[in-house]
């Protein structure tokens, strides 16, 4: 369709996404056909022939794409950077992670922690627990998932605690963010967006990214759980 740009982007921006489509599509008339998946999964799709005009990823996975020739460099763009934080179903207590030694109680208190394979907040948190020392216990009883949001294992009763990008909880209706793991502990995911070289509508597509990065969209990005 002549008026419709092919928009494929990682979980972590999906609230803020779908709310800027629609006001883009108000004020332009040209339609986003979005379609959301982790980084890595969408990198798989995307080597295997699956096509777009603009793409949303991690930083990381869209050089991966530059380097490879199948996103434009001249048209690469840093939207967002966000951070991984905790979630509880609606109605819970809130845990204590504001420090480190606090978030290990914590962890180690909880009957299950929901978490994601794939993603940056999954690696990180995989990560993160080794770190603590506490990897074995924690994943002896926790809930992980291959993809999605893992907020949702709280409200099936899977789960104490979820985590997940601060962006992605707050996608899952009826559970609440008790915060972010301390700042020392990780280091901020930063999410960019470009056109791939395929695209058959590089003007439409270059203008979308001008709109996404520009200031208007900040409101809603930290609406989101996000920091321009």
Known sequence: MPDTIRLLSTLALKGAVVRLAGQYEASSGVRIDADFAPTLALLERIRRGEGADVLILTQEGLAELVREGRVAAESSVDLARSYVGIAVRAGAVHPDVASEAALRAALLGARSIAYSRIGASGILFAQLIERLGIA???NARATIIPSGFTAERLITDEADLAVQQISELKQ???V????SIPRELQTAAVFSAGRMTGSQKAGQADR???YLA???VAPVLREEGLEP
């Open 136 to 138: 074995a216990e924690v």
């Open 172 to 174: 899952v209706a009826s």
């Open 176 to 179: 609440e963010v008790v915060g």
């Open 208 to 210: 979308l990214l001008r």
């Open 214 to 216: 520009s200031a208007e």
